[in-house]
């Protein structure tokens, strides 16, 4: 498709339902239930109880929201506190297509409906909240801008981008490791975690499923293809992100890197194209390595092989296995498709109490290519891991699916 900041265009094919028939058909063919938040102890009636109140609170100061945005930020408020759920209001452009995606769950409680959804459509009631798609002097304004500039501006930005011009040294091999794994742990940074302060410590990440072979693999074998990458958070995260598509395109490894990010503002930190913009001004401001890399990439967004695309249903409430075929076209085409963070792999192997011991390439068996996913555990979804080591981690005591300390990378061909 068309280099630079186009975006793709409409939903398109079809708007489904979760569980609706295409979604049966395309959808995998084993199942589980999914993740509520109405489990006590679960980690998702934490994300309702604690994150979502104190995060409404951060982005009513963030911003010098006027009397009615901030009224309306109260109200929603009050929906979290009592664990209580409206509809959009009439009027709001998506309002049919949230109808569709899950009217059984509207008026309801947050934590009956399967966390995905309700997770997402609060994100999206933020933003009804601060009046981003309303007429007037809110729209378009990302009520989490200024948590994502305080980030990119920080002095350990500055230290993590330096560390590029060591790793310009190394061995090939060593950068690719050194570039893959900046960009897996690079999603810790993601800021929701620092809402409630529920980062683990460095010290024991480690990773649970290591198929970076296979990556490197679908890289190296073969030639050079298009290759798509579904980023996650700005910041801390896309940097590290950036710096490894850098390298994929200045080696030549891919014809194309076309960088998927969400259209509108989403789960607190991920990256829209002005997070990329952003990220690529402090890339080429910063000197050295990372600066080269700032200038390559703006240069590679001008010649078409960086494309950025924004595709709507990046923030649908659904797995990817009800992606409409605008979508999966872009997936089927790629020699690669990466993706980043939880949210996407909750989406990729679908938000699911599964054995975490099922194949990884069982639960992705409908995705229409090559995929990997790059992602630190950050809640309890799990696949592809073997029994001896999800016992082992459980006898440590340490909350190790859900606190971003262990992380993974699964593939398959
Ligand atoms: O996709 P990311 O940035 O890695 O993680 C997002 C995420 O950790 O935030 C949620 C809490 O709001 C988690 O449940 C969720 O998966």
Redesign the pocket.
Known sequence: MGAGLGGCGEMGDRTPAAGDAEHERRGTAVSAPPILGNVPGA??LG?FRD?HPALIRQVRDALPYSPDRLEALDRLLEEAISDTMQPLEASAHDFAAWLTWGRAYLRGRWTDAP?LWA?SFFYRRVLEATGYFADGPWRGVDPFEPFKQAELAGSVVDEELASLDTVASASQAEKETALLLASLWG?RA?L??QITGELGDDKSADLVADDSALLWSLVHDGPPGRIVFVA??AGR?LLPDLALIDHLLARRLATEVVLHVKPQPY????ATPADVLAGLRRLAGAPGEAGKAGVRLRQALRSGRLVLRTHPFACAPLPYSDMPDSLRDDFADASLTLT???????RLVGDRLWPSDIPFAEVTAYFPGPVVAL??L??DVLVGVAPDVTAALDATGERWRTTGTRALIQGRA
């Not at 789960?267 to 991920?270: G, H, R, Y």
């Not at 980043?340 to 909750?346: A, E, I, P, Q, V």
């Open positions: 980690y998702a994300v994150r966390f997770e999603n993601d929701t975690f996650d958070n995260e789960f607190v930190s991920d980043k963070g939880d949210l996407n792999y909750r992602r630190t950050k809640s």
